[in-house]
């Protein structure tokens, strides 16, 4: 039974596929579905069109969808029906899912936004840091528990540049992660590790003096500052 319900979805998979359309689609409709549509906070979908197919890049990987109709395709990599629809009232565009036990119902999903719009992750990637960290007090904002703030997966990105001697970016994520979560000693302590090796003994000091306000019980910052007598112009 357990592999008869396995093997399921990819049987209906399998069908879908087989039924795709050749569609002609107009100008018109491409130029108005075409574009970047918000998959999550931080995680876009971009939607266009080659050789009038339709195609989409996600996660970094192109997609051909399946065409079933002018404004009806799947995509296997989500296992869901998708239609381009327009909200009534705002007149924005979204990428609607198409609820598998009422087809007919519109639901919008995934927003429509600007050919210019960046996500806080794509700024971050850019070196510009003061528009990556309005986006992610964005998220924050709506969510404060939101992944795409964690705590410590910017450490471990702010590490990771550090370790390649990349010494701008490593500040300027740990200096974001310090925005993001001031109550915590180990964003500053992690922020003056990045100013030290970097030669920034003064930062380095104020930062592990931070820390250890936070967390007393922080060895290593206490380390430091018994060790380092700042002097200040």
């Known amino acids: 039974m357990k592999f008869k319900v396995a093997i399921f979805p990819l049987l209906v998979a399998s069908v879908i596929m087989g039924c ?18 918000l998959y999550n906070p931080d995680e876009l979908i971009l939607v266009y069109y080659e050789d009038n197919k339709l195609r989409l890049n996600w996660k970094g990987g192109d997609i051909e969808p399946v065409t079933l109709e002018m404004n009806e395709f799947f995509i296997p990599d989500m296992y869901k029906k998708f239609r381009f629809v327009q909200h009534p009232e705002t007149n924005e565009r979204y990428l609607s899912a198409i609820l598998e036990d009422d087809e007919d119902k519109i639901s919008y999903d995934y927003l429509k936004v600007a050919d210019s719009y960046k996500t806080p992750s794509q700024y971050l990637a850019e070196g510009d840091f003061e528009k990556a960290l309005a986006g992610y007090m964005e998220i924050k904002k709506q969510d404060s528990t939101s992944s795409y ?70 060895k290593r910052a206490e380390r430091f500052l018994n060790t380092y007598s700042p002097k200040e112009d």
């Open 149 to 218: 703030i964690n705590e410590w997966d910017f450490n471990r990105t702010g590490y990771k540049h550090l370790r390649k001697k990349e010494y701008d970016m490593a500040i300027g994520v740990f200096e974001i992660n310090v925005k993001l979560h001031p109550n915590s000693d180990n964003v500053y302590d992690s922020l003056a590790d990045a100013y030290l090796t970097s030669g920034d003994s003064l930062q380095a000091y104020h930062n592990y003096k931070m820390a250890l306000d936070i967390d007393p019980r922080n």
């Open 20 to 37: 795709s359309k050749s569609i002609e689609y107009s100008e018109q409709f491409k130029k108005e579905t075409s574009g970047k549509y």
